[in-house]
Nanobody, 126 residues
Framework: QVHLVESGGGAVQAGGSLRLSCAASGYTCTSYYMGWFRQAPGKEREGVATIYCRRGSTYYIDSVKDRFTISRDNAKNTLYLQMSSLKPEDTAIYYC???????????????????WGQGTQVTVSP
């Protein structure tokens, strides 16, 4: 059984930093994709960053480029999202997701990801 457990969320002021972690069990991202998504109140879930585990290729939405970095530690079976220069509009619940089949192609279509964590809240104050 697959479990993805996020941690590292919290409340910070604008300009601050946080590092999110996603510990995986029952699932090893040696192939295909994992990603971070977020959902703000009243908004649809959106993809933030994805990584092609086999090669380490990364993809970001424009609004987080140069501020967020996705990475993974295969030895720890953990996915990370380093977030810096945080803005109030980054406030959301952040979810990690796994696509073991590769059908997402690394894009941000949430429907193509099979595995999801429970989410961790990130709140950025002005």
């Amino acid at each position: 059984q697959v479990h993805l457990v996020e941690s590292g969320g919290g409340a910070v002021q604008a300009g601050g930093s946080l590092r999110l972690s996603c510990a995986a069990s029952g699932y090893t991202c040696t192939s295909y994709y994992m990603g971070w998504f977020r959902q703000a109140p009243g908004k649809e879930r959106e993809g933030v960053a994805t990584i092609y585990c086999r090669r380490g290729s990364t993809y970001y939405i424009d609004s987080v480029k140069d501020r967020f970095t996705i990475s993974r530690d295969n030895a720890k079976n953990t996915l990370y999202l380093q977030m810096s220069s945080l803005k109030p509009e980054d406030t959301a619940i952040y979810y990690c997701a796994g696509d073991p089949s590769g059908r997402s192609g690394g894009n941000f279509d949430a429907a193509r990801y099979n595995y999801w964590g429970q989410g961790t809240q990130v709140t950025v104050s002005p």
